[in-house]
Structure formats: structure tokens, C-alpha cells
């Protein structure tokens, strides 16, 4: 698999769930005998055509039985398997939390749990098919690594990380098709680090998921108003980087966290829950969905309602870097 700048640019088209089930799956497949992609009836949705005429023998739809697919991919792991199970990230994080709680996080079975349409890439379907809660659900749990890759590289560079590693691990793809792209070059990606966008000694920005873009924008927006933000991708929720963030904390007297998700439970909160474990460290102003659902609408719309786009996260963070003159 080649990280060409050209490559790059058509995972972008084709989203991070097409990314990863029409580029990386098929990739890993040709590479690991004893691999198998389980679907919730989402097979065509999910981009996974090529992977299901290349490798038939390594696929298995089950329907529409979100739990029973995670009962199914925990044992075929116990047989000695790398199972990837996926369905819209609303089903595996809230219909089938038990079964993820009992055969990954307690039995810790090697199950990679595909969310996809994680936030509200399912924007006009409402609230059912969202996913703004399912950090909190997942990062609870033990022994699960959380992923939240930015753009459609960093989705295809987990899945493989995902695939050589052993034991549970939950990537949430809220990316859907024309993916905003984050790294235009390949890059070396590192589980459980922060990587530092822009340097900045103003206000330190962090954000996951698909608020990495959003963040971009918005950070070079203050930039011309004299506002010098650093910003970093958190891709990794589940372990914390401590390092990189006792860095930030030491460098920033703000520190402004934001996520396509619900404030509470989020990344946001596994930044504060870190930094509450320090003697002292900045203020910090989470933004995401203030513990409330929006009306459903496309994707954009909703983050209006939520304070999440480009040009309402410049204004929060100028507001909230006023406070601290």
C-alpha cells in the first residue's frame, strides 16, 4: 500500500469508511490468513464490495443482529482470528454495550469494533443513527484502545495498526464520502501521541474526529485577528498521551478541547480527568454537544445548532482568550 499524495486524495472521495473497507481491509486480508469482516447488513453502505469478491471465504453478513455479530466475532477470535465487526457506531456503542462489555473488555477478546457514521455523519436520520455519546460508552471500558483518526489517512494507517496488534480496539469513522483532508503527505502515525498541527503561545486547541479540519480552519482564522493558537489531533483516546499533554499544559494557560460529541464523558473529559491528577494546570473550555440533541438536518446544519463550525469555534476561542488578558 502506497501514501502517495495521490492516494491520499482518493481515500479523501471516498471517505473513511470507504477508505477502510475498499483500501485497508482488502490490503490486510491479502497479508493475514486468519482474518474476518463481519457486517451488520451494512455491506454495501460500508463501501466493502471489493472486499467481499476478493475474499468471501474471509466475510460473514449476519443481518440486522448488531449483538449476536459481536457474539459471533468474539468467538471466531477465541479460534484464533483477527475479526473486524462493523455496523453504524450508534448500534455498537449503545444496542450492543453489553455484549462489547462482557466478550472484549472483560474476556478481552482481539475484536476490532468498526464504528462508522460515528457523531452525525448520519445527520438528516436523527438522533437514532447518531453517535455522540459513544466515546464515553467505549473509553469506559477495560482494556479497549479508542481511535478517532481525523481524515481518511489516519483511518486507513488504524486499521492496519489495528489489525497486527492483539486485543479489542474500537475506531470510530465519522468521515463520510469527500472526506476534509488533514495530512496531505503520509505520516508516521503513533497510537497514543498527540501530533502537534500548529505551533502557537496563545491558546492550546486539541481535536478529534472530524473537528481536526474544522479546527484548522478556525486556528488560521484567529491567526490573522493576532491570535496565535497551537493545535493538536487527539486521535488517540484511549490510553491519554500524559506526556504530550503535561507539554500542553505547561505551555498554555487555555486550553480549548473539541469534539463531534456529547462534553460529557468525551475527550474533553479524558483530558480534564488527566489533568485533574496534576497539582495545577490552565483553565479548559470544552466545546461539543452541550449535553443536548440537536435537530436533525445535514451534517453542517447540526454543528450550527452545536457551535462546531469553522467560524463559530474562532469566535469561542477569541471570546475565551479575551478572558485570560
Known amino acids: 500500500m502506497k501514501y502517495t499524495p495521490a492516494n491520499i486524495k482518493m481515500w479523501a472521495r471516498m471517505g473513511q469508511r470507504g477508505a477502510v473497507f475498499g483500501i485497508a481491509l482488502p490490503d490486510i486480508a491479502a497479508g493475514k490468513e486468519r482474518v474476518k ?7 454495501l453502505l460500508s463501501g466493502m464490495e471489493r472486499y467481499v469478491k476478493k475474499y468471501p471465504d474471509k466475510f460473514l453478513n449476519v443481518g440486522i443482529a448488531e449483538q449476536n455479530m459481536i457474539g459471533i466475532a468474539a468467538g471466531l477470535a477465541m479460534e484464533g482470528y483477527c475479526v473486524f465487526a ?81 486485543g479489542p480496539v474500537y475506531l470510530r469513522l465519522s468521515g463520510g464520502l469527500s472526506c476534509p483532508v488533514v495530512y496531505e503527505e503520509d505520516y508516521e502515525f503513533i497510537p497514543g501521541k ?3 498541527l500548529r505551533e502557537g503561545d496563545g491558546p492550546a486547541v486539541i481535536a478529534t474526529g472530524l473537528m481536526v479540519s474544522e479546527a484548522l ?62 497539582s495545577n494546570g490552565p483553565r479548559q473550555v470544552f466545546l461539543g454537544f452541550q449535553n443536548t440533541f440537536c435537530q436533525a438536518g ?21 471570546q475565551e482568550w479575551e478572558k485570560e488578558a
Not at 306 to 314: E, S, V, Y
Request: aromatic letters at 6%; a negative charge.
Open 86 to 166: 462493523s455496523t453504524y457506531a450508534s448500534f455498537i456503542a449503545v444496542r450492543s454495550l453489553e455484549q462489547v462489555r462482557q466478550n472484549l473488555a472483560h474476556m478481552g477478546c482481539n475484536v476490532k469494533l468498526i464504528g462508522s457514521s460515528a457523531g452525525t455523519a448520519a445527520a438528516k436520520s436523527g438522533i437514532s443513527h447518531w453517535a455522540t455519546e459513544d466515546l464515553a460508552f467505549m473509553r469506559a471500558l477495560p482494556k479497549l484502545t479508542v481511535l478517532s483518526p481525523a481524515d481518511s489517512l489516519e483511518a486507513v494507517k488504524m486499521a492496519r495498526w489495528a489489525a497486527d496488534m492483539e
Open 194 to 196: 498527540l501530533v502537534r
Open 37 to 43: 469482516l463481519l457486517t451488520a447488513d451494512l455491506a
Open 298 to 318: 445535514s451534517q453542517r446544519y447540526v454543528w450550527e445548532q452545536a457551535g462546531l463550525t469553522d467560524t463559530q469555534l474562532a469566535e469561542r476561542i477569541a
Open 217 to 278: 480552519k478556525a486556528t488560521a482564522m484567529l491567526e490573522e485577528r493576532g491570535i496565535s493558537c497551537a493545535l493538536y489531533n487527539m486521535h488517540t483516546i484511549k490510553p491519554v498521551d500524559k506526556e504530550g499533554l503535561s507539554e500542553i499544559f505547561a505551555r498554555h494557560s487555555l486550553v480549548v478541547t473539541v469534539e463531534e460529541h456529547m462534553v460529557t464523558g468525551g475527550m474533553g473529559s479524558a483530558v480534564a480527568e488527566y489533568k485533574s491528577t496534576l
